[in-house]
């Protein structure tokens, strides 16, 4: 076993990991902790940050959260399709059409069904 063979795996994972975790700890150590009623208000989630966790809340924005991923998600699928086009031909092109058109069926769906809307 050679261990230059794995020097390039071993640095990618060692900066990743200080990528990763380097600005959380720099955040922890150097970041102020002055907590207020205004920090400690309800955010995006719609409820009180310390109130009982058993109480009834609005899954409207939970939903909204799901549906924004799962939307969103297709771009994941299209760059790399975009990028390998040339490659893959008529066969790959209309196969990301119906993949396209299935979650456009899905979208219409959602936007009928009232699913997007915040009242």
Known sequence: MNLEQYLPVLLFIL????????????????????????????????????????????????LVAILFILFDLEIAFLFPWAVSLKDIGPLGFWS????????????VYEWKKGALDWE
Do not use: H, T
């Open 15 to 62: 900066v990743g990991l200080g990528v990763g975790v380097a600005p959380q700890v720099i955040g922890w150590v150097l970041g102020p902790n002055r907590p207020d009623p205004a920090k400690n208000s309800p955010y995006e989630c719609g409820f009180e940050a310390f109130e009982d966790a058993r109480m009834k809340f609005d899954v409207r924005y939970y």
């Open 96 to 107: 990301v059409m119906v993949f396209l058109g299935i979650l456009v069926v899905g979208f």
